[in-house]
């Protein structure tokens, strides 16, 4: 059984920064994708960054460019999110969704096998 385990949700102030982890209970290497998913209250789950296991390939939703960062350590088997100039807007549960596919449409969550039970980030204003 493949279990993700995401870490590093907090409540912070607008402006500040946090950074996700996810743990996957087996290789990231099994996997050919890993992304970062979120969703609010009343909201669908929308894609933020994915970032390939087996090359440099990585990618984000359009308003998430600049502000997040995804990025993985194999060593540690840890995949990130980097989070800077929080705000409000980007209170919501996220989600780390692992494929062991190469063809998927890299946004959708309905193309991804695996998903965590979500971390809960709330910024105030």
């Known amino acids: 059984q493949v279990n993700l385990v995401e870490s590093g949700g907090d409540s912070v102030q607008a402006g500040e920064s946090l950074r996700l982890a996810c743990v996957p209970s087996?290789?990231?290497?099994?996997?050919?994708?890993m992304a970062w998913f979120r969703q609010a209250p009343g909201k669908e789950r929308e894609g933020i960054a994915v970032?390939?296991?087996?090359?440099?390939?990585?990618d984000y939703d359009n308003s998430k460019t600049g502000r997040f960062i995804i990025s993985r350590d194999n060593a540690k088997n840890t995949m990130y999110l980097q989070m800077d100039s929080l705000q409000p807007e980007d209170t919501a549960m996220y989600y780390c969704?692992?494929?062991?596919?190469?063809?998927?449409?890299?946004?959708?969550?309905?193309?991804?096998?695996?998903w965590g039970r979500g971390t809960q980030v709330t910024v105030s204003s």
């Open positions: 969704a692992a494929s062991p596919r190469r063809s998927i449409s890299r946004f959708q969550a309905t193309d991804y096998s695996y």
């Open positions: 087996v290789e990231m290497n099994n996997f050919f994708y």
């Open positions: 970032i390939s296991t087996k090359n440099s390939y990585r």
